[in-house]
């Protein structure tokens, strides 16, 4: 006779934690970038390089920023101490434009490749040299800083990636 009782209590019980923690998961998503790591960007960064300028004062690089995140970010600056000056620029239709951002879709990439977006290092300090690094940091809206070693590669170099 107890059992039937025991069982809709542990039912009730059961449904009510799994409310309460649907209710808990809610808030968490609320986009505020006070809850959960997934609703905060999670950046990180893979394929970094820079082919051999063939220039004395100017030189490209390429990288992609994975969002694993559930929230947005956006790529507001580029610095390295080997160049004056590093701007972010997109290609459509085989036009360059300067960008003063770039943003990242959560669960997204942000891919700079040959003939598309790329980073321009202008006032080159140094003439970088394959087998050399350049150390770039990358600066966002809201995360915090990332510091990447770009290598340089060839100046033909063709990255499996595609970028």
């Given at each position: ?6 069982r ?5 019980g ?5 409310a309460?923690?649907?209710?808990l ?15 905060k ?10 082919p051999?300028?063939v ?6 690089g ?11 970010e ?6 390295s ?5 590093v ?6 239709g085989?036009t ?26 202008e ?7 394959q087998?050399?690094?350049v150390t770039?940091?990358?600066t ?24």
């Open positions: 006779m107890n059992r039937p009782v025991t809709r209590s542990a039912l009730a059961t449904a009510a934690a799994l309460g923690a649907l209710a998961a809610g808030c968490s998503d609320s986009g505020s970038g006070s809850g959960s790591g997934s609703s960007p999670e950046l990180s960064v893979s394929g970094p390089y820079m051999q300028p220039s004395a004062d100017m030189a490209a390429f990288l992609t920023i994975t969002n694993k995140g559930g929230t947005k956006e790529l507001t600056s580029v610095t101490e080997a160049a004056g000056q701007t972010m620029h997109s290609t459509t085989g360059m434009q300067e960008q003063s951002s770039f943003a990242i879709p959560a669960h997204g990439q942000l891919v700079f490749k040959s003939g598309g977006n790329h980073l321009m290092f006032k080159l300090k140094r003439q970088p040299r087998g050399q690094t770039v940091k990358l966002f809206a809201t995360s915090g800083p990332l510091t990447v070693e770009m290598p340089v590669k060839s100046a033909t170099y063709n990255p499996a990636t595609g970028h």
